[in-house]
C-alpha cells in the first residue's frame, strides 16, 4: 500500500512539474505584432490590433493577455484566448473610446498561461511600442466673421472666393447648364428662355491669396479647460480658413510655423500647457491671436484679430488696436466663433 502512495505521490509531482515547466515554454515562442493605430478625432474610438502568432508545431492554449494602456486612456485591456494552432496566429482587436486629444505612448503588453491543466500560470510583460494620436474636436462652422475681417484694414477692396458663395451679383464669367443645389439667384432666365433650360451664370472669382496665422499662445499658463477650448478653436478655425482658400499656418511657441491638414492636427494633439517659447511670433501678416493674458494682444496690428479666453482672477482685454472676441465659458464655442465681432 504504502509502493502505491509513493507512485501516486510521484505521478502528482511529476505533473505538477510538467505543468510548471510547460506554461513558461508556452510563453517563450510567442511572437507579437501590433498595427499602426490609425489617429482619430476626440469622442472617436481607437481601433487596435495585435498579431499573436504561435510558429511552433503544438498548440498554445489557456492564454490571457492585457494591453497596458495609459492611464490618461483608460484601463488595461484583456483577451482571453482558448487555443491558437500550431503555426497559426490569432487576431485580436477592440476599440478604444477617447475624450481628450493627445499623443499617446505606451509599450507592455502582459501576457499568461496556463497550459496545459491551469494548475500554474505563469505571467510574462513583452515590449510591444504603440502610439496612439488623438486630434482635436473641429467644429463645423457655417461662417466665422472673426476670420473673413482678418486683413480689411490693410485692403478694404480684398475679397476672396469665400465671400461669393452666397453672391447673386458680380462680374459674369460664362453661362453653364443648372446642375443640382445651384441657386436660383444665379439663373439667368433670358438666356434660359431662349434654350428652353436653365442657365446659371459663374461669376468671375477674385481672390488675393491672403496669408493668415492662427497662434496660439500655448507659452502662457492657462487653465486647462480654457486651453482645450483654445486648442479646439485653433483646430476648428484652421479648417474654415482652409475651406475658404486662405494661405493658412498655424503658430505654436514650442513648434513655431506649421501648415499641412496632418501636420497642424498632430501638432494641436500634441500641444500643452506652458510650452518653451522657441519660436519667435510672425510678423508682417496677419495673426489670429488666442490667448488667455490680456497683457498679450499689445503688439497687434490693427489688421490681426485676437480670441481671449479669460480666467478667474485675469481682467478683461483693455482697447487695443486689433478688434476681437471674448469667450464666454457659459455659452457655445461654435456658437461664438460665429459671431460678428465688434
Avoid at 2 to 28: D, E
Avoid at 49 to 76: A, F, Y
Avoid at 252 to 263: D, I, K, S, W
Wanted: glycine fraction near 6%; hydrophobic fraction near 40%.
Amino acid at each position: 500500500m504504502a509502493g502505491w502512495l509513493y507512485v501516486l505521490s510521484g505521478i502528482i509531482f511529476a505533473l505538477l512539474a510538467y505543468a510548471a515547466i510547460s506554461s513558461v515554454r508556452s510563453l517563450k515562442q510567442i511572437q507579437l505584432m501590433r498595427s499602426a493605430i490609425n489617429p482619430v478625432s476626440a469622442g472617436d474610438d481607437l481601433t487596435l490590433e495585435i498579431t499573436i502568432n504561435n510558429p511552433t508545431k503544438k498548440p498554445k492554449s489557456l492564454l490571457q493577455g492585457w494591453d497596458i494602456l495609459p492611464e490618461s486612456l483608460g484601463r488595461p485591456q484583456g483577451k482571453a484566448i482558448e487555443v491558437i494552432a500550431p503555426e497559426d496566429s490569432y487576431h485580436w482587436a477592440y476599440y478604444l473610446p477617447t475624450q481628450r486629444r493627445g499623443v499617446y505612448h505606451w509599450h507592455d503588453l502582459q501576457f499568461r498561461s496556463g497550459t496545459p491543466l491551469g494548475l500554474f500560470w505563469c505571467r510574462r510583460t513583452k515590449s510591444l511600442p504603440a502610439k496612439a494620436i488623438v486630434y482635436p474636436q473641429v467644429l463645423p462652422l457655417v461662417q466665422c466673421p472673426i476670420v473673413d475681417a482678418i486683413g480689411s484694414e490693410d485692403s478694404p477692396k480684398l475679397q476672396s472666393d469665400r465671400r461669393y458663395q452666397a453672391a447673386s451679383e458680380g462680374i459674369t464669367k460664362t453661362l453653364r447648364p443648372y446642375r443640382y443645389g445651384d441657386s436660383t439667384r444665379l439663373i439667368h432666365w433670358r438666356t434660359s428662355a431662349r434654350f428652353d433650360e436653365f442657365k446659371v451664370r459663374e461669376l468671375e472669382v477674385i481672390t488675393g491669396g491672403q496669408d493668415i496665422v492662427i497662434c496660439l499662445d500655448s507659452a502662457f499658463n492657462w487653465e486647462s479647460d480654457n486651453f482645450e477650448q483654445a486648442v479646439i478653436a485653433a483646430a476648428s478655425l484652421y479648417f474654415y480658413a482652409c475651406h475658404a482658400q486662405l494661405n493658412v499656418k498655424l503658430w505654436t511657441a514650442a513648434m513655431g510655423l506649421q501648415y499641412g491638414t496632418r501636420t497642424v492636427l498632430e501638432t494641436l494633439a500634441a500641444v500643452q500647457v506652458g510650452e518653451g517659447d522657441l519660436h519667435d511670433i510672425p510678423t508682417k501678416i496677419p495673426l489670429l491671436w488666442l490667448t488667455a493674458s490680456a497683457q498679450n494682444l499689445d503688439f497687434l496690428k490693427s489688421y490681426s484679430r485676437w480670441i481671449y479666453f479669460p480666467q478667474m482672477g485675469f481682467s478683461h482685454p483693455s482697447a487695443t488696436t486689433a478688434s476681437g472676441l471674448v469667450i464666454d465659458p457659459a455659452q457655445s464655442l461654435a456658437q461664438q466663433l460665429q459671431k460678428h465681432i465688434r
